[in-house]
C-alpha cells in the first residue's frame, strides 16, 4: 500500500526520504519545544499583568473610596444643614464664607491631599458654593435639579457617579470631563435641604498612574457598553466584540481578573470591573515583545533548517539532472497552465513518441476542465436564480391572512369605497408577489407596492400611522430589487409601533450619492431593545425573514456590491434601515392597462 504513495522518480524518492526522516521530526521537536517555552513565558505574564491590574483597581477604589467618604462628612456637618437651609441668622455672604471654609479644611484634609478634588454644594434657592475657579458662571439651580433628578430626589439612590463635562477653569483641569459623585444633602426626615457634587480629575490620575506602573503594555479604561474612557497611548484600542465579551465574563464575576489573548492581534488583555462606575480597568500587552528573544531564535533555527534543505535539494538535482533533463522543458511549459488559469495548450510540432502522447492527453485533459467549469458557471448562476425566486416567494404570508379578514369584517360593515381601496391595493401587493420573472422593478413602482400596504393598515389600526416619502423624481425609473421597502415598514409596524403611541410616522428618504442609490427607512418606535422587552411575543410567535430575506437577496443580485445596515439612535428611541444600491436607472416605458382584484 506505501508502494502507491512513495514517489517514481529518483530524485522525488530522496527529497521525500530527507523531509520525513529529517526535516518533519526535527521540525516537530522544535516547535514542541518552543510552544512548551511560550506556554511558560504566558503563564508568567498572566500572573505577573494580573497582580498589576489587581492593584491599579484597588488604588482606583481607594481614591473613589476616599471622595464617597468625603461625601459622608458633608452630609454628616450639622453646619451645613444650617447655612443651606436658612435655620440660621447669617446673611448670605456670612453664610457662604463659612460653607466655603468648611470645603477648604476638608479638601485639605490629610486623605484628600493628592489628587485634587473640587467641591460644589447648592442649596435649594440655586445659590452655589464651591472651592475652585469655574470656566463659567455657575448656575446652582440647574445643578441642584440635575442633582435631583439623577437620585430620584432622594427615594432612589442617595449618591449617582458619573462622567461629567468640566466645570472647573481650563488652567487648572484641561480634560473635557471629570469623575463626580452627586448626591443630595438630607436632614433628619430624609427631605432635601441641598445638593453636593465632588468631582476629580480623573484623566490626570490616571495617566500618573500609567506613568509610574509597567513599560511594559498599555493601559486602558472602558466603559462596558464600548466607550472609551482613557488610553495611555495613542492608538491604544479594542475590538468591540472582545469588549462585550470581557464585560460579560467581569459582570458575571466582578471581583475576579480575567485575561484573553488574541491570536490575531498577538495581543495579551488583562481586565478587571469596576462595578461602581461600570468600567474596565484593562492592560494591553504585545505578545511580540513578551516572545521577542524567542522569536529570534525560533528564526535562526529555522533559517538553518531551510539552509540545509536548500543544500540538499541542490544536491539531489545536480544527482538527478542527468534523469529528469528530458522532461524539464515540458514541466516547464505545463506549469504556465495553471498560471493563465487553464486557457493554454501546449503546441505538438516539437514532441514525438510518448512524450507526444503525454501532451495530446494533457491538451484534452484542459479542454475537459475548461467545459466543466462552463458548465458548472451556468448551473450555480440557474441555482442563484431559483434560490433568489424561493427567498421572493417567501415573503410572509400572514399579512395578507390579516388583510382578508380585516376585509370581511369591512364589508360587513360598509359594502363600499373602503372595501375597494383594500381590493386595490390587495390586488397590487398580490400581483406582484405572484409575477417572479421579474427581480428588480422600478423604484416608484415599489413604492406603490409599499403606500398599498400602508393604506391597509392604516384601514386595519384607523389610520395610526403617518407614512412619509422624500425621494427625487429623477429617480423614479431607478431599479430596486422587488420587495425592499415593505418588509422595513413592515418591520416597522410590527416591533417598533407594538406598543402604541403618539405621532408614530414612518419615513423613507432615498437619494443619489455618485453611483449608488442609498435607502433609508426610519420610524420613531420604541427601537430594537425596546421591541425585544416590550414584545418578546411577538419574536416567539413568528419568526421574521424581512431582514434576512432582503439581506440575501442583495448579495445574490449584487455579489457584494449592495450593504443592509440596521441602526439603532443613542437616545434608543426608533430604528433606522439603511441600504445601499449599485445606480441603476432604466428607460420609461409604457404597460397596458391592469385591473387589480
Known amino acids: 500500500m506505501w508502494k502507491k504513495w512513495w514517489p517514481g522518480s529518483l530524485k522525488n524518492r530522496m527529497v521525500a526520504a530527507y523531509v520525513l526522516l529529517v ?38 477604589l481607594d481614591l473613589t473610596g476616599l471622595m464617597t467618604r468625603s461625601l459622608i462628612l458633608i452630609n454628616q456637618n450639622p453646619a451645613f444643614e444650617q447655612y443651606l437651609s436658612g435655620k440660621g441668622n447669617e446673611s448670605y455672604h456670612a453664610a457662604r464664607k463659612e460653607i466655603i471654609r468648611n470645603l477648604d479644611s476638608l479638601a485639605n484634609s490629610f486623605f484628600l491631599s493628592t489628587p485634587s478634588v473640587y467641591f460644589t454644594v447648592t442649596d435649594k434657592s440655586g445659590n452655589a458654593y464651591f472651592n475652585y475657579t469655574p470656566r463659567q458662571a455657575m448656575d446652582g439651580g440647574k445643578l441642584y435639579r440635575e442633582i435631583l433628578e439623577l437620585t430620584g430626589g432622594g427615594a432612589g439612590a442617595t449618591y449617582r457617579w458619573q462622567e461629567a463635562p468640566t466645570y472647573v477653569a481650563k488652567d487648572i483641569v484641561p480634560g473635557d470631563t471629570m469623575l463626580t459623585i452627586d448626591s443630595l444633602l438630607l436632614n ?18 490616571l495617566a500618573a498612574w500609567a506613568r509610574g506602573g509597567s513599560r511594559q503594555g ?3 479604561v472602558a466603559r462596558t457598553d464600548g466607550g472609551i474612557v482613557f488610553r495611555s497611548a495613542e492608538g491604544t484600542n479594542m475590538p468591540e466584540p472582545l469588549i462585550q465579551q470581557l464585560a460579560a465574563e467581569l459582570k458575571a464575576h466582578p471581583d475576579k481578573t480575567v485575561h484573553y489573548i488574541s491570536d490575531q492581534e498577538q495581543v495579551l488583555y488583562m481586565a478587571s470591573y469596576l462595578s461602581s462606575m461600570d468600567w474596565m480597568l484593562v492592560k494591553k500587552i504585545s505578545l511580540q515583545q513578551v516572545f521577542a528573544d524567542t522569536n529570534k531564535i525560533k528564526r535562526n533555527v529555522f533559517l538553518g533548517v531551510l539552509l540545509l534543505t536548500a543544500v540538499f535539494i541542490a544536491a539531489t538535482l545536480l544527482i538527478a539532472s542527468a534523469i529528469t533533463k528530458p522532461l524539464h522543458k515540458l514541466r516547464n511549459v505545463m506549469s504556465k497552465a495553471a ?6 495548450t501546449l503546441p505538438t510540432d516539437s514532441y514525438s513518441g510518448e512524450i507526444l502522447h503525454l501532451v495530446d492527453s494533457f491538451n484534452v485533459m484542459i479542454a475537459d476542465i475548461q467545459s466543466l467549469i462552463y458548465r458548472l458557471k451556468v448551473e450555480e448562476r440557474q441555482k442563484e436564480s431559483s434560490r433568489f425566486q ?7 404570508p400572514h399579512f395578507l391572512l390579516n388583510t382578508l379578514n380585516m376585509i370581511k369584517s369591512q364589508a360587513l360593515r360598509n359594502k363600499d369605497e373602503v372595501t375597494f381601496e383594500i381590493c386595490v391595493s390587495l390586488g397590487l401587493l398580490l400581483e406582484t408577489s405572484l409575477n417572479t420573472e421579474v427581480d428588480l422593478v422600478p423604484l416608484g413602482q415599489e ?24 425621494y427625487d423624481e429623477s429617480l423614479y425609473y431607478t431599479l430596486v430589487p422587488k420587495f425592499t421597502l415593505q418588509p422595513l415598514v413592515e418591520n416597522a409596524i410590527i416591533h417598533g409601533f407594538a406598543k402604541p403611541k403618539p405621532n408614530e410616522t414612518i419615513t ?27 414584545s418578546p411575543s411577538i419574536a416567539r410567535k413568528r419568526k421574521g425573514i424581512g431582514l434576512a430575506n432582503i439581506r440575501e437577496r442583495l448579495e445574490l443580485l449584487y455579489r457584494g456590491g449592495a450593504s443592509l445596515e440596521l441602526l439603532e439612535p443613542q437616545d434608543h428611541t426608533g430604528t433606522v434601515v439603511k441600504i445601499a444600491l449599485p445606480l441603476l436607472i432604466s428607460e420609461p416605458y409604457q404597460k397596458e392597462e391592469n385591473t387589480h382584484v
Open 23 to 60: 526535516l518533519i521530526p526535527f521540525s516537530g521537536l522544535c516547535l514542541i519545544g518552543f510552544n512548551q517555552i511560550e506556554q511558560v513565558l504566558k503563564q508568567n505574564q498572566i500572573a505577573q499583568n494580573s497582580r498589576e491590574v489587581e492593584g491599579f483597581r484597588s488604588d482606583l
Open 188 to 205: 433628619e426626615q430624609r427631605e432635601p435641604f441641598g445638593s453636593v457634587r465632588i468631582s476629580m480629575d480623573h484623566q490626570r490620575w
Open 390 to 396: 424561493i427567498l421572493v416567494s417567501q415573503m410572509d
Open 218 to 220: 498599555s493601559y486602558l
Open 447 to 470: 413604492l406603490s407596492f409599499t403606500e398599498a400596504y400602508m393604506h391597509i393598515q392604516n384601514t386595519r389600526f384607523s389610520n395610526r400611522f403617518k407614512l412619509d416619502i422624500r
Open 339 to 344: 498560471d493563465n488559469e487553464l486557457k493554454v
Open 508 to 534: 423613507i428618504a432615498i437619494q443619489r450619492n455618485e453611483s449608488q442609490l442609498l435607502l433609508s427607512v426610519a420610524d420613531n418606535g420604541q427601537g430594537v431593545e425596546g421591541a425585544r422587552k416590550e
